[in-house]
């Protein structure tokens, strides 16, 4: 069973940057892949980015290329996301995920293991 804490989130004008955490324990951290998931108040949950086991491969949703950046330290059982240029659509609670496999944290409905999020607002 692995336990997930997010923290980073908060307020944010557009145009600046956020660091989110996600520290992982009850499990062998680098036995699982990770992703980011946001969920926007009456929208479903979507994919965000995600990060192989090892840390070297990386996916990204469209909407986040080039600005957002996922990154994992096994040493320290938790995965980043640092988000630059942020927007106002941006705005969501941001939730990590974790799973056995990187096909397995890419889409919402395949996760097993999620964290309890945390809020990200962009004021325009």
């Known amino acids: 069973q692995v336990q997930l804490v997010e923290s980073g989130g908060g307020l944010v004008q557009a145009g600046g940057s956020l660091r989110l955490s996600c520290a992982a324990s009850?499990?062998?951290?680098?036995?699982?892949?990770m992703g980011w998931f946001r969920q926007a108040p009456g929208k479903e949950r979507e994919f965000v980015a995600a990060?192989?086991?090892?840390?070297?491969?990386?996916y990204y949703a469209d909407s986040v290329k080039g600005r957002f950046t996922i990154s994992r330290d096994n040493a320290k059982n938790t995965v980043y996301l640092q988000m630059n240029s942020l927007k106002p659509e941006d705005t969501a609670v941001y939730y990590c995920?974790?799973?056995?496999?990187?096909?397995?944290?890419?889409?919402?409905?395949?996760?097993?293991?999620w964290g309890q999020g945390t809020q990200v607002t962009v004021s325009s």
């Open positions: 990060i192989s086991r090892s840390g070297g491969i990386t």
């Open positions: 009850g499990g062998t951290f680098s036995s699982y892949a």
């Open positions: 995920g974790a799973d056995r496999d990187l096909s397995d944290v890419l889409l919402p409905r395949h996760v097993v293991y």
